[in-house]
T-cell receptor, first 111, second 115 residues
Framework: DQQVKQNSPSLSVQEGRISILNCDYT??????FLWYKKYPAEGPTFLIS?????DKNEDGRFTVFLNKSAKHLSLHIVPSQPGDSAVYFC??????????FGPGTSLSVIP | DGGITQSPKYLFRKEGQNVTLSCEQN?????MYWYRQDPGQGLRLIYY???????QKGDIAEGYSVSREKKESFPLTVTSAQKNPTAFYLC??????????????FGSGTRLTVV
């Protein structure tokens, strides 16, 4: 059973607009949530994380929002750029356990 | 520069042969991981090690073996028992107590093709 879900396999956004990538989870013991970006034939790179005690974390164009009651988080990219086109993985971690990855969402930013 | 090095980048194997994928890190990370990615799919955990001379099976360990004799190295052997070995293999590492904040550091991957 998937503990971390990304229900949208793909997303297309116009350059300059906002990209919103969604993620749902089932394990209430997760205390950290992370987003990774992956280009084809490369390893994922860490983007941003959020602790379960926060509801928002921002880093430049990237903001992650956490709604614990809904077991939902989202990554906002503003403004979207063509170089943001990649697969984005949502991930989560409980204390003393390994990171669990979602299946990924492929983002295409159209110039 | 610190990082994770996976080699080779591309690897071809004949059916029935074992093959070993290399993963070396100079980040002084305690924990290391092996993942597999198939086309259109997410990352699936094969094996992980949180300390030298110890490792644990992940979700899809069958047909794979690992060793962790040195902190810096975590080689993965794909054996002939692995039914569908063609995939993109990713190695990662992390400090044991800060994975939540900073996540894993990944290598650039090895694409294994069985011919």
């Amino acid at each position: 059973d998937q503990q971390v879900k990304q229900n949208s396999p793909s997303l297309s956004v116009q350059e300059g607009r906002i990209s919103i990538l969604n993620c749902d989870y089932t394990n209430s013991m997760f205390d950290y949530f992370l987003w990774y970006k992956k280009y084809p034939a490369e390893g994922p790179t860490f983007l941003i994380s959020i602790s379960s005690i926060k509801d928002k974390n921002e880093d430049g164009r990237f903001t992650v929002f956490l709604n614990k009651s809904a077991k939902h988080l989202s990554l906002h990219i503003v403004p979207s750029q063509p170089g943001d086109s990649a697969v984005y993985f949502c991930a989560a971690k409980a204390s003393y356990d390994k990171v669990i990855f979602g299946p990924g969402t492929s983002l295409s930013v159209i110039p | 520069d610190g990082g994770i090095t996976q080699s080779p980048k591309y690897l071809f194997r004949k059916e029935g042969q074992n093959v070993t994928l290399s993963c070396e890190q100079n980040l002084n990370h305690d924990a290391m991981y092996w993942y597999r990615q198939d086309p259109g799919q997410g990352l699936r955990l094969i094996y992980y090690s949180q300390i030298v001379n110890d490792f644990q099976k992940g979700d899809i360990a069958e047909g794979y073996s690992v060793s962790r004799e040195k902190k810096e190295s975590f080689p993965l052997t794909v054996t002939s028992a692995q039914k569908n070995p063609t995939a993109f293999y990713l190695c990662a590492s992390s400090p044991r107590d800060r994975e939540g904040l900073y996540g894993y550091t990944f290598g650039s991957g090895t694409r294994l093709t069985v011919v």
